[in-house]
């Protein structure tokens, strides 16, 4: 079965870093692009940055840009966040997920999710 699954999140002051990592099984991996979202207390789950399958591309949304990059392994079925100058209002729940085609149909998935919480 799919499976996604979330590490490196922790706690961490403001302008410091974090890299999460998200380990994917179930699927071949290199066919997909993957997405990182993240749900903050209060909000819903909102997309914080997307990687093509070859890793040519990606997207981030603009309260992260500059700041965070993602980037994937396919030969180690892994995608990666590197989150710098993190600020207050990153803290969330961060999601791996994938978008994954069964013959016809595409079934979304995504992991536990990882806690990153930025305070001082």
């Known amino acids: 079965q799919v499976q996604l699954v979330e590490s490196g999140g922790g706690l961490v002051q403001p302008g410091g870093s974090l890299r999460l990592s998200c380990a994917a099984s179930?699927?071949?991996?290199?066919?997909?692009?993957m997405t990182w979202y993240r749900r903050a207390p209060e909000k819903e789950r909102e997309p914080v940055a997307t990687?093509?399958?070859?890793?040519?591309?990606?997207n981030y949304a603009d309260s992260v840009k500059g700041r965070f990059t993602i980037s994937r392994d396919n030969g180690k079925n892994t995608v990666y966040l590197q989150m710098n100058s993190l600020k207050p209002d990153d803290t969330a729940v961060y999601y791996c997920?994938?978008?994954?085609?069964?013959?016809?149909?595409?079934?979304?998935?995504w992991g536990q999710g990882t806690q990153v919480t930025v305070s001082s």
């Open positions: 997920g994938a978008v994954v085609q069964h013959g016809s149909n595409w079934t979304p998935y």
């Open positions: 990687i093509s399958h070859r890793g040519s591309s990606t």
């Open positions: 179930g699927f071949t991996f290199s066919n997909y692009a």
